[in-house]
């Protein structure tokens, strides 16, 4: 069983489309995260949710709009797709803060041509 | 402000080579926690282990070891006995005990690429 499971692993896209990322954990987690790798391979948080509530938001543009239906899935929806957004996206889950992991996803490779 | 150092950026080494990995972290909190993480070539991140920075004891799991030093900001990792599985790239991160424990917000090196060779 796949404990962080995201969808699509890997996602194709013109620029200026819409699209979404879908994440879900089976680990009775409380805390979601998404994080952006670039081809630098420089890992970096966008968001993160404790049961449903939006606690970090790291200057991201608005046009990456997170959802958290329930505390076991976080959505990344994206507008307006752009060249520089090319780059995978990890979603994450942890019991809590600071002194617990967080456990990853398998990636979500997007490419925006 | 937090920061993480990890100077090497590649490394190459021949099977059953010992190696290892340099990690210098920055912060103003006394309350901190370290973290490694592997990538293998499948992309995946792999957690490998956490360190509390009130807990200064290394940590050895198999082939696997840890170095934490509160004095020089460091949390070192070396594989002993290097196999071509252990190619990837390490990642060092550090998160601060913050936003009431309810979110864990990794700060992340720039990585190591480890390569072995056969």
């Known amino acids: 069983d796949t404990a962080v499971s995201q969808t699509p692993k890997y996602l194709v896209t013109q620029m200026g489309n819409d699209k979404s990322i879908k994440c879900e954990q089976n680990?009775?987690?409380?805390?979601m995260y998404w994080y952006k790798q670039d081809s630098k391979k420089f890992l970096k948080i966008m968001f993160s949710?404790?049961?449903?509530?939006?606690?970090i938001n790291e200057t991201v543009p608005n046009r990456f709009s997170p959802k958290s239906p329930d505390k076991a899935h976080l959505n990344l929806h994206i507008n307006s797709l752009e060249l520089g957004d090319s780059a995978v996206y990890f979603c994450?889950?942890?019991?809590?803060?600071?002194?617990?992991?967080?456990?990853f996803g398998q990636g979500t490779r997007l490419t925006v041509v | 402000a937090q920061k993480v150092t990890q100077a090497q950026t590649e490394i190459s080494v021949v099977e059953k080579e010992d190696v290892t990995l340099d990690c210098v972290y920055e912060?103003?909190?006394?309350?901190?926690?370290l973290f490694w993480y592997k990538q293998p070539p499948s992309g995946e991140l792999v957690f490998l282990i956490r360190?509390?920075?009130?807990?200064?004891q290394n940590e050895i799991s198999g082939r696997y070891s840890w170095n934490f030093q509160k004095s020089t900001s460091s949390f070192n990792f070396t594989i002993t006995a290097s196999q071509v599985v252990d190619s990837a790239v390490y990642f060092c991160?550090?998160?601060?005990?913050?936003?009431?424990?309810?979110?864990?917000?990794?700060?992340f090196g720039t990585g190591t690429l480890l390569a072995v060779q056969p």
């Open positions: 360190r509390n920075s009130f807990d200064e």
């Open positions: 991160a550090l998160s601060e005990a913050r936003y009431g424990g309810a979110t864990n917000k990794l700060i």
């Open positions: 912060t103003r909190d006394t309350t901190y926690y």
């Open positions: 680990l009775g987690h409380d805390t």
């Open positions: 949710y404790n049961n449903k509530e939006l606690i």
């Open positions: 994450a889950s942890s019991p809590g803060g600071g002194n617990t992991e967080a456990f």
